[in-house]
Every structure is written in structure tokens, then in C-alpha cells.
């Protein structure tokens, strides 16, 4: 069966840096978009960041661009978000998200309708 691992959270200073990662099993990359959702108290659901697995195009939000970059390792089935210059409006839970067959778009509009998801990892940005 499919399982989607998040790790890599934690509790930085504004500032700081964080890398989190999803290990996915039970399915190869390949023909997959998969990126992170985060919830924070208060906030609604963002998009941060996806990567289209089967041509590497990606999509930022806004408030993350040019200081998050997605990567994926293919062959460890394993996805990464480096966090730079974390905020405290970063601070959230964290989720992995795979959307089968489909791109960039419909994993945006998939929301919590998303074909995997994995368990969150906080993050927490001190001011």
C-alpha cells in the first residue's frame, strides 16, 4: 500500500532553516505531482509547494518563493522542501500530498480530495 512519511520539523528562530521530507512507498514518482499543504491555527489551507515528478516542474506560493526550493530524490522515492529564511507566518503542520496522473493544477485544486496523503510535521518559527 502507498505511504507517504513526513519528517524534518522542528522549532527554529525566524531566520533559521528546516529541511522536511516525505518518504514515499508503495509507488514510484514517476507520473506523480506531489508537494506540501500546510494548516496553521487561524490560517486556512495553503499550497506551499509541488514538484511534477515525471517533468520536474514546480510551483511556490507567493510567500514562500525564492526562499523554499522542492527537490526530489527518485531513487530513494523521497521528496524534500529546504526551507530558508523561515518566519514566523511559516510556522504551520506540514503535510506530503500525491495526486496521481495528473499536474501542477489539479494538485492545487485536489485540496484534502488528494490521492495520498501523509502525516504532517510541525514546524515553529519563533519571532
Known amino acids: 500500500d502507498v505511504q507517504l512519511q513526513a519528517s524534518g520539523g522542528g522549532s527554529v528562530q525566524a531566520g533559521g532553516s528546516l529541511r522536511v521530507s516525505c518518504a514515499a512507498s508503495?509507488?514510484?514518482?514517476?507520473?506523480?505531482?506531489i508537494g506540501w499543504f500546510r494548516q496553521a491555527p487561524g490560517k486556512e489551507r495553503e499550497a506551499v509547494s509541488c514538484?511534477?515528478?515525471?517533468?520536474?516542474?514546480?510551483y511556490y506560493a507567493d510567500s514562500v518563493k525564492g526562499r523554499f526550493t522542492i527537490s526530489k530524490d527518485s531513487v530513494a522515492n523521497t521528496m524534500y522542501l529546504q526551507m530558508n529564511n523561515l518566519q514566523p507566518e511559516d510556522t504551520a503542520v506540514y503535510h506530503c500530498?500525491?495526486?496521481?496522473?495528473?499536474?501542477?493544477?489539479?494538485?492545487?485544486?485536489?485540496?484534502?480530495?488528494?490521492?495520498?496523503w501523509g502525516k504532517g510535521t510541525q514546524v515553529t518559527v519563533s519571532s
Open positions: 500530498a500525491v495526486l496521481q496522473d495528473g499536474g501542477i493544477g489539479l494538485w492545487l485544486l485536489s485540496g484534502w480530495g488528494m490521492d495520498y
Open positions: 508503495g509507488f514510484t514518482f514517476e507520473h506523480y505531482t
Open positions: 514538484i511534477s515528478v515525471n517533468d520536474g516542474h514546480t
